[in-house]
């Protein structure tokens, strides 16, 4: 597709249980970002994959939080053992490798915690 | 305190009024200045792109960074029913370690009434 595309657009589960999103960035975009907006929040950054790089982990909230992209494209986003707090709305964007901060963003994927 | 702080409104127009949405910051070592647009339940768009101080113009949209004051601004003339919307003031700086991971305000909720 052209743009980024992100899956499940809603998902909503129980506590304590483990979910994954899923973000397909758009072709030739080497640079992929997950953000977690809050309900009338802002964006805060979460992860950041820039080619064969390691990732920039620094923003991810707990070790229960985690990221991997493979084969530089496709990224999931993991959370274990979920909780209230988590609930978010989760945005994937990528961006050209030398991008100085324009993000292309995906819907989202908006996770409820019960 | 945050890094950037950014009015979060809500705002209410009539159509064809100017809108003037701010942006403050702390962090100097920010040069590149993005606004992005966000509809409900969407993902943010990019809507203006600047580097450094000085003004950029794109149709009814001017965006201002004066990085002497720290303060970034989005003006909308002519406004329409259809900019109504969340706008997001974000802000990268210069560097391998922090191209394209934006530090973003909280977001300005305008809403322009027929």
């Known amino acids: 597709g052209a743009g980024v595309s992100q899956s499940p657009s809603n998902k909503v589960t129980e506590k304590g249980k483990d979910v994954e999103l899923r973000c397909d960035p758009i072709s030739g975009h080497t640079a992929l970002y997950w953000y977690r907006q809050s309900l009338g929040q802002g964006l805060e950054f979460l992860i950041y994959?820039?080619?064969?790089?390691?990732?920039?982990k620094s923003g991810l909230p707990s070790d229960r939080f985690s990221a991997e992209r493979t084969g530089g494209s496709v990224s999931t986003l993991t959370i274990q053992r979920t909780q209230q707090e988590d609930s978010a709305v989760y945005l994937c964007?990528?961006?050209?490798?030398?991008?100085?901060?324009?993000?292309?963003f995906g819907e989202g994927s908006r996770l409820t915690v019960l | 305190q945050k890094e950037v702080e950014q009015d979060p409104g809500p705002l209410s127009v009539p159509e064809g009024a100017i809108v003037s949405l701010n942006c403050t910051y702390s962090?100097?070592?920010?040069?590149?200045f993005m606004w992005y647009r966000q509809y409900s339940r969407k993902g943010p768009e990019l809507l203006m792109y600047t580097y450094s101080s000085g003004n950029k113009e794109d149709g009814r949209f001017t965006a201002q960074v004066d990085k002497s004051s720290k303060y970034i601004s989005l003006f909308i003339r002519d406004s329409q029913p259809s900019d109504s919307a969340t706008y997001l003031c974000a802000m990268s700086a210069v560097g391998d370690t922090n191209a394209g991971k934006s530090t973003f305000g909280d977001g300005t909720t305008l809403t322009v009434k027929p």
């Open positions: 964007a990528s961006s050209l490798e030398f991008s100085t901060g324009e993000l292309f």
């Open positions: 994959f820039q080619g064969n790089s390691a990732p920039d």
């Open positions: 962090n100097s070592a920010f040069q590149y």
